[in-house]
């Protein structure tokens, strides 16, 4: 804890230190000097300068104001990640979220119809459709390399293989016997794996359908809007099922974080890795 109130102390007096005000302060300070042909104003320029960083990175105004640009460099940087994980998608996909962003404006725009008692419930709506947005992209960007890596993976040439080297053991030296075992094994753990990616690529298609299936009814219903409460928590629920399934995608990946192309070890180590699943190297 006290580590980081020493990282944010600094990060506020880097931040005070960097502010472009405080850059135009000492250019004119260093611009007059040179017109006067005097050291004096430098002199002063740095002791107010020592003044101005031991008092403006406390004040709490000062803070606020740091945090929020961290926030928006944040939400700027969160903003690119997703844009990149959507120009990475087929056109189907996109026109698929297309689809998905039109009924989320409609819904927008049926909540400004709401009175100003319910006002709160539109901010709520606002915030959870965006996040609800954002997660479809991810998804989305997922079950594409999910995909990509089931049709270019062939477990009935991986399983072939691995049953010729298991029936030609017995008849191979010892040393051979070993580092064939080792093969069996990496070939039974790339099988075992395309098992799990596809599950998890059924998993995360139904998701899809689901953002898609309630955020419809949402729409349906937010026509009438007779308990925008009821569809703040139709809402909740969504998010939490998404929750939970970005966070088995996670799993999924991080597992597969070594790839099953590992070359063995034979010197009796563990395969080491060569790159990862989604996103790089495929193949049979």
Same mark, same amino acid.
């Given at each position: 804890m006290a580590d980081d109130k020493d990282?944010? *102390?600094? &990060?506020?007096?880097?931040?005070a230190f960097h502010w472009q005000?405080?850059?135009?302060?000492?250019?004119? *300070?260093? &611009?007059f000097a040179l017109v006067s042909g005097s050291g004096l104003p430098l002199l002063l320029a740095a002791g107010l300068e020592l003044i101005y960083l031991s008092t403006i990175p406390r004040n709490p105004q000062f803070q606020r104001l740091v945090r929020s640009w961290k926030y928006a460099e944040q939400k700027?940087?969160?903003a690119r990640g997703l844009n990149d994980l959507f120009q990475e998608l087929p056109p189907e996909m996109r026109s698929r979220y297309a689809r998905l962003d039109a009924v989320c404006r409609a819904i927008r725009e049926n909540y400004k119809r709401l009175t100003?008692?319910?006002?709160m419930f539109a901010e709520q709506m606002e915030s959870k459709l965006d996040g609800l947005s954002q997660s479809y992209v991810r998804l989305l960007n997922s079950a594409f390399h999910h995909r990509q890596y089931l049709t270019t993976t062939?477990?009935?040439?991986?399983r072939k293989e691995c049953a010729a080297l298991q029936a030609d053991l017995e008849r191979e030296p010892a040393k051979v016997q070993e580092i064939n075992r080792k093969r069996i094994e990496i070939l039974g753990k790339r099988l075992a794996k395309f098992d799990k990616i596809k599950e998890n690529c059924q998993v995360v298609d139904a998701q899809c359908a689901a953002i898609e299936d309630v955020l419809q009814l949402i729409r349906d219903q937010s026509v009438t809007m007779r308990d925008p409460q009821e569809l703040s928590e139709h809402l909740d629920n969504l998010v939490k099922d998404v929750e939970q399934t970005e966070e088995t995608v996670r799993e999924v990946e991080s597992i597969f974080d070594l790839s099953p192309l590992a070359t063995p070890d034979f010197t009796g180590g563990d395969p080491g890795p060569t790159g990862k699943i989604f996103g790089g190297r495929v193949g049979n």
């Open positions: 990282d944010s *102390a600094i &990060g506020y007096v880097k931040a005000y405080n850059w135009i302060s000492l250019a004119g *300070a260093a &611009g700027r940087q969160q100003t008692t319910s006002q062939n477990p009935e040439v991986i």
